[in-house]
């Protein structure tokens, strides 16, 4: 008789546990970025969004999704420069996650790891697919044999 371990989440979502801790991660990581002031030259005048926050079954580690405001903007003075407000953020994140520690009730303050989400890249590229005219007029002749 096998027994399922807790950590096996193969073919499983995050637990309900995962997601609660995740939101508390990334709400009071919203609160620090707003409030603190890094000292980095990739960092000075950017704005950064916490969109995602995913965390290990142990809770002892969360991968933070991060998009610099007005990075999908070409004139914006962020665009282009994701990366490198992603890499200053990762160089900070012991200095964040002892900030974290003082702001969460957690038994444990996770280890940071910060990456660009590119999710809204996605959903761009998916707009401008279905804005083809080809599709278009794929939809349009759907519609018509109904």
Known sequence: MSRRKHSDTAGHGPSQR????GELVRHALVDILREE???DEALSGVSVT???VRLSPDLKHATCFVEPLGAG?????????ESEVVKALNAHAKFLRGLL????DMKFTPDLRFRHDESFEVAARMDALLADPRVQADLQDDGDEE
């Open 73 to 81: 903007i070409d004139t914006a003075p962020v665009a282009g420069h």
């Open 18 to 21: 995962q997601l609660r801790a």
């Open 50 to 52: 916490v969109t995602e």
């Open 101 to 104: 520690g003082r702001r969460i």
């Open 37 to 39: 002031d890094i000292h």
